[in-house]
């Protein structure tokens, strides 16, 4: 009688599973960035439900993470702020090392989308204010 050798299967799932597992953090981790450093910070944990925009060093546009288009993003943030009345504040996470023509074009974009405060998220240089003390900051 002959047995069928499920060793060639066995070798092929085992490959798939290792790229799957090296491929997936990749595409989990969505947006990038270099944010820029600032001192006398206040510690402010993120939230869900806040509206966060990002824009990477090449110019890509996310909205909580999600790259958009950027024929999309009016629209997108119109429908995020039209969910939130009572909270219309845009997180705006930006590489450092981006044009500041760039970021008022996203400034541009939010107010018109009807946000009414725009907040940049920065990262400490130093120890930030109202940290834990020993915190690995």
Do not use: W
């Not at 092929?12 to 990749?26: A, E």
């Not at 909580?64 to 705006?92: G, H, S, T």
């Amino acid at each position: 009688m002959s047995d069928i050798n499920v060793t060639p299967m066995v070798d092929v799932m085992l490959v798939l599973l290792i790229i799957f597992m090296v491929v997936t953090p990749t595409i989990m981790a969505g947006f990038q960035a270099a944010l820029p450093t600032g001192d006398n910070l206040k510690a402010r944990p993120e939230e869900e439900g806040r509206v966060v925009f990002g824009v990477d060093v090449r110019g890509n546009y996310y909205l909580d993470k999600k790259p958009v288009a950027r024929e999309q993003v009016p629209a997108m943030l119109a429908q995020a702020f039209r969910e939130r009345p009572q909270d219309r504040v845009l997180f705006l996470k930006a590489d450092a090392n981006l044009p500041y023509e760039e970021i008022m074009t996203v400034m541009k974009l939010a107010r018109d989308a009807g946000a009414r405060v725009l907040a940049a998220v920065s990262e400490a240089r130093g120890p930030v204010d109202g940290a834990a003390p020993g915190g690995g900051g």
